[in-house]
């Protein structure tokens, strides 16, 4: 057999191994499963705007228990931001759709919040100075006009306003959110 024989059939066994190679360096984790994750940044209703970027860092258990996820990031974007106030509570939605793995690789995917640590402040000490605020205010103008129910009046009223006066929702940086695949991901290693 001559050099060039087997050189053609070097490269005829190797083009015909290619393709499964690549199918075995792919790795396809289906719809449903879920991933946990920790917020790169702090997140607020208050400062966010729609189209900034989110980013998560992927926390074992890793899909497929394949530690190649390890130390993988995941991207997304806010799509969603409505600032808290009067009567108006506060909303703040984002949408991961992307993961790049520490060597670099990208799969694409779309993923639904199952859960995301978030905090409001606690409003109990506001409402209870508006109400004191209220009160105050409301005998002033009872007394003014004549009567003696305007000390109740306006403690009613100020808590009222104040139990009506929305907090800001934040997503602390390192918070834990879980994420669950609305769509396969494939990613090929």
Request: aromatic share 6%.
């Amino acid at each position: 057999m001559s050099s060039r024989s087997v050189f053609c059939a070097f490269v005829a066994v190797t083009a015909l191994l290619a393709p499964l190679s690549a199918v075995a360096a792919t790795v396809s984790v289906p719809t449903g499963t879920q991933m946990r994750a920790t917020m790169n940044a702090e997140l607020s209703s208050k400062s966010a705007l729609v189209g900034q970027v989110v980013k998560l860092q992927l926390v074992a258990p890793y899909p497929e228990n394949d530690s190649r996820f390890a130390n993988a990031t995941l991207s997304g974007k806010v799509v969603n931001v409505v600032k808290a106030g009067q009567g108006r509570k506060a909303q703040l939605e984002f949408a991961i759709d992307k993961i790049t793995l520490a060597g670099g690789q990208v799969g694409w995917f779309s993923a639904k919040i199952v859960s995301v640590e978030s905090r409001t402040k606690d409003s109990t000490g506001k409402i209870a100075l508006a109400t004191l605020g209220g009160m105050v205010v409301g005998n002033i103008l009872g007394k003014w006009a004549g009567t003696n129910a305007g000390g109740a009046v306006g403690a009613i009223a100020g808590a009222l306003y104040s139990a009506n006066s929305k907090e800001d929702v934040t997503i602390p940086q390192g918070s834990e959110a879980i994420l669950q695949l609305a769509s396969p991901l494939s990613i090929r290693f």
